[in-house]
Nanobody, 124 residues
Framework: QVHLVESGGGLVQAGGSLRLSCVFS????????MAWFRQAPGKERDFLAG????????SYTDSVKGRFTISRDNAKTTVFLQMNSLKSEDTAVYYC?????????????????WGQGTQVTVSS
């Protein structure tokens, strides 16, 4: 019923930029808060950024504040993550997540749907 597909990952040098996209297929995109998480090998899946259903409120984890920007286009049913000033420690698989009629949370178990992930590798 709901399907999320991330894209835009790749290999980039430290200090560079990437923009990730997450396309929401199905009904009711504007009824979901959306978020980006990432997971490095051997580590837990960590919250990065979230955006409210209407896009009016955003939140970020401290490690990406000032570098990453989350946005959404409800007409295109797409969420974006603009990543600037990338560091080697940003290397991970990045995931898009959706939570129905709820505020954004940093707890991954509370999200209803997940994308397949897109790999971001930052070389130094």
């Amino acid at each position: 019923q709901v399907h999320l597909v991330e894209s835009g990952g790749g290999l980039v040098q430290a200090g560079g930029s990437l923009r990730l996209s997450c396309v929401f297929s199905g009904r009711g995109f504007s009824s979901y808060g959306m978020a980006w998480f990432r997971q490095a090998p051997g580590k837990e899946r960590d919250f990065l950024a979230g955006i409210s259903m209407g896009g009016g409120t955003t939140s970020y984890t401290d490690s990406v504040k000032g570098r990453f920007t989350i946005s959404r286009d409800n007409a295109k049913t797409t969420v974006f993550l603009q990543m600037n000033s990338l560091k080697s420690e940003d290397t991970a698989v990045y995931y898009c997540a959706a939570r129905l009629l709820s505020v954004v949370t940093d707890r991954p178990g509370l999200y209803n749907y997940w994308g397949q992930g897109t790999q971001v590798t930052v070389s130094s």
